[in-house]
């Protein structure tokens, strides 16, 4: 088994800045691909950035400049630095991975953290 927990979220002005963290934990052999996703009230799951197990990046178009994806091999965690947020950038971040574990290979969620952009 493999977790995904995220932290960092929080209320922020616009402009201002958050980092996101996610964590993996459990019998992992290897983790894939890395995500985070976001999820406003009203509106579908969009994918926000990845990063693959060798660091090549990607982006949605919303929020390439302003937000940045990292991940730390060793430590099994993933980051999402967000800079100049717009209250457009309100919603409910997930990470997401694809996790090679013990019991075969897993697509795996965290809980989701809160942002929430406003003055």
């Known amino acids: 088994q493999a977790q995904l927990v995220e932290s960092g979220g929080g209320l922020v002005q616009p402009g201002g800045s958050l980092r996101l963290s996610c964590a993996a934990s459990?019998?992992?052999?290897?983790?894939?691909?890395m995500n985070w996703y976001r999820q406003a009230p009203g509106k579908e799951r969009e994918l926000v950035a990845t990063?693959?197990?060798?660091?090549?990046?990607t982006y949605a178009d919303s929020v390439k400049g302003r937000f940045t994806i990292f991940r730390d091999n060793a430590k099994n965690t993933m980051y999402l630095y967000m800079n100049s947020l717009k209250p457009e950038d309100s919603a409910v971040y997930y990470c997401?991975?694809?996790?090679?574990?013990?019991?075969?290979?897993?697509?795996?969620w965290g809980q989701g953290t809160l942002v929430t952009v406003s003055s």
């Open positions: 459990g019998s992992i052999f290897s983790i894939n691909g």
């Open positions: 997401n991975a694809g996790i090679d574990t013990v019991g075969g290979h897993l697509a795996v």
């Open positions: 990063v693959t197990s060798r660091g090549t990046t």
